[in-house]
């Protein structure tokens, strides 16, 4: 079964500089795809950024990054420019490119990020 | 964050009552979902519907009833529920079951007393 981790619970950032939030999964897969999702406190869950396993580049949105190592099974998200809004659970998460129950989304316990003014 | 309304946003219950909780999607997306989210604990999937047929039902218990009357509400029917319930219920919907990206309502805060 596969499984996502997320080892920092919680990190912390000064408001215009960068952070990177780590996440690590197993899957014995070749192919899948891999998400970050934000959910602001009181605030309904957002997707940020999504890297599909088959592509080499790592995907950007703005001032979001991913890092994806595909052989070390690693997938971090760099915040450039952090502001007061990216305050927020970030979840890291893992599906199957696969049909059936196999594409259920498989969540990290994810981090809170703060921001400090 | 109109895509995806869930209500009632807060719920205090007895572990006697019973009450639903109503989730409305506005994308046009034909698959919706059930998540249970508890502290420090990675989001849980509950039930899946696709073209409003369910097609995942991750061993729930019975206190816990889904229904899908088209595709775009959802509802989840609680009945004599547990404290260890207590949880935030989210809500989802994607354009395909699974294999698309989803996108979430705001959730239920659910508390069982």
């Known amino acids: 079964a596969q499984t996502v981790t997320q080892s920092q619970p919680e990190m912390s950032v000064q408001e215009a500089e960068t952070v990177t939030l780590s996440c690590t999964y197993d899957?014995?897969?070749?192919?899948?795809?891999l998400f970050w999702y934000k959910q602001p406190p009181s605030r309904q869950m957002i997707l940020v950024i999504r890297?599909?396993?088959?592509?080499?580049q790592n995907a950007t949105e703005n001032r979001f990054s991913v890092n994806f190592q595909k052989a070390a099974k690693s997938f971090s998200l760099k915040i450039s420019d952090s502001q007061l809004g990216d305050a927020a659970m970030y979840f890291c998460?893992?599906?199957?490119?696969?049909?059936?129950?196999?594409?259920?989304?498989?969540f990290g316990k994810g981090t809170k990020l703060s921001v400090k003014p | 964050e109109t895509g995806v309304t869930q209500t009632p946003r807060h719920l205090v219950m007895g572990m006697t009552n019973k009450k639903s909780l109503k989730c409305e999607q506005h994308?046009?997306?034909?698959?919706m979902y059930w998540y249970k989210q508890s502290a420090k604990k990675p989001l849980e999937l509950m039930f899946v519907?696709?073209?409003?047929?369910?097609?995942e039902n991750n061993s729930v218990p019975s206190r816990f009833s889904p229904e899908c009357p088209n595709s775009s509400h959802l509802f989840l029917h609680l009945h004599t529920l547990q404290p260890e319930d207590s949880a935030l219920y989210l809500c989802?919907?994607?354009?395909?079951?699974?294999?698309?990206?989803?996108?979430f309502g705001p959730g239920t805060r659910l508390t069982v007393l």
């Open positions: 519907y696709s073209l409003e047929e369910r097609v």
């Open positions: 890297q599909e396993a088959y592509k080499q």
């Open positions: 899957t014995s897969e070749s192919d899948y795809y």
């Open positions: 998460a893992y599906r199957s490119a696969y049909g059936g129950s196999q594409g259920n989304l498989i």
């Open positions: 994308l046009g997306h034909n698959a």
């Open positions: 989802a919907s994607s354009q395909g079951a699974l294999l698309d990206t989803q996108y």
